[in-house]
């Protein structure tokens, strides 16, 4: 069962991520908040890949749809025209490629996401040796 990308969104949005801090103050905040990033990371991971598999069964979908529009007949049974049917076909890979680009959007914010929690845990490891190594 597919939930689209507004549900996408939205469990994005409950993660917390947009106008998180970043707390170094201390060795076991500091702990706590990498922690919080790989927490969300693993999230954000599962949710692109549940788009992936969405995405993968719209396009199988609209190929099939395609094939039927191959395969179908006019009125009547009689043989619908090569126009007819490439027409019929545009309209449907147009349809399939806004569809799909609604969840690239969502995967896009996602893969900037996990690039910012990369860079945030490097930053995090890095306050944590510096304390570390000053002690």
Not at 106 to 127: H, P
């Amino acid at each position: 069962m597919m939930k689209g990308p507004k549900k996408y969104r939205q469990q994005i949005k409950d993660l917390g991520i947009e106008g998180m801090e970043i707390d170094v103050s201390s060795i076991d905040v500091a702990m706590n908040t990498l922690n919080e990033l790989d927490e969300m990371e693993k999230i954000l991971k599962k949710i692109r890949h549940n788009i992936r598999t969405d995405t993968r069964k719209i396009r199988l979908d609209y190929i099939r749809r395609i094939q039927e529009v191959e395969d179908s007949s006019g009125l009547f049974g009689r043989k619908k025209s090569t126009e007819k049917k490439i027409k019929e076909k545009k309209a449907l890979i147009k349809e399939r490629n806004i569809e799909v680009s609604t969840y690239e959007v969502v995967e896009d914010t996602i893969d900037g996401y996990i690039s910012q929690i990369e860079s945030s845990k490097i930053y995090i490891m890095n306050s944590i040796q510096d304390r570390v190594g000053n002690t």
